[in-house]
């Protein structure tokens, strides 16, 4: 099973300012399935980025995914107040798929 | 657009066996994969298992011996059945739709969910 790990656990930023999330793999995820997903509270995880780079439908250029292996990077530039939820990173390189525990981004 | 809808019962005993409908709209449930995640506070988000809508399946080991996925494509849904609750399966249980038709791969459709509680 493929383990993942994000950090750091809450990110306090201000409106305006760049994110960097990280998630780390315990075996290389070699054909980059790895997707980050938005969740605010009381509501289901959104898709935002696919492939390890690749937008989803809808979702803004401030939002970014890089990396390859076993190191992956959200960046959410220019936060906005509706970006402040948890993100989830999540593989789908091989079976059972699993997601990492989350970074919290809130506002300072 | 795609839909998802869980239903079911929200409150369960322990030993009594979760069961879940997902009913899909505004798209077939034909050509992909169907999946079941759920999400507590002491384990995060778990993917549960996927259904082809052709029948075919894969578990999560941790959960493979007490859960079955099904689907009825006549009815456009899907289902879960987690055997001999208890405690730790009290959870918010999320449908999902695999994209691109291929079982590698995201989730890019969810239901809004369906908190399942297990107290006795």
């Known amino acids: 099973e493929i383990v993942l790990t994000q950090s750091p656990g809450t990110l306090s930023l201000s409106p305006g300012e760049r994110a960097t999330l990280s998630c780390r793999a315990s075996?290389?995820?070699?054909?980059?399935?790895l997707a980050w997903y938005q969740q605010k509270p009381g509501q289901a995880p959104r898709l935002l980025i696919y492939?390890?780079?690749r937008r989803a439908t809808g979702i803004p250029d401030r939002f970014s995914g890089s990396g390859s292996g076993t190191e992956f990077i959200l960046t959410i530039n220019r936060l906005e107040p509706q970006d402040f939820a948890v993100y989830y990173c999540?593989?789908?390189?091989?079976?059972?798929?699993?997601f990492g525990p989350g970074t919290k981004v809130d506002i300072k | 657009q795609v839909q998802l809808q869980e239903s079911g019962p929200g409150l369960l005993k322990p030993s009594e066996t979760l069961s879940l409908s997902c009913t899909v709209s505004?798209?077939?449930?034909?050509?992909?994969?169907w999946s079941w995640i759920r999400q507590s506070p002491g384990k995060g988000l778990e993917w549960i298992g996927y259904?082809?809508?052709?029948?075919?399946?894969n578990y999560n080991p941790s959960l493979k011996s007490r859960v079955s996925i099904s689907v009825d494509t006549s009815k456009n849904q899907f289902f879960l059945k987690v055997n001999s609750v208890t405690t730790a399966d009290t959870a918010v249980y999320y449908c999902?739709?695999?994209?691109?038709?291929?079982?590698?791969?995201?989730?890019?459709?969810w239901g809004q969910g369906s908190l399942v509680t297990v107290s006795a």
């Open positions: 999902a739709r695999i994209a691109t038709g291929s079982s590698w791969s995201h989730f890019d459709y």
């Open positions: 505004g798209g077939s449930i034909g050509s992909y994969y």
């Open positions: 259904i082809h809508y052709r029948g075919g399946t």
């Open positions: 075996q290389s995820v070699r054909s980059n399935n």
């Open positions: 492939g390890a780079s």
């Open positions: 999540e593989q789908y390189e091989s079976s059972p798929f699993t």
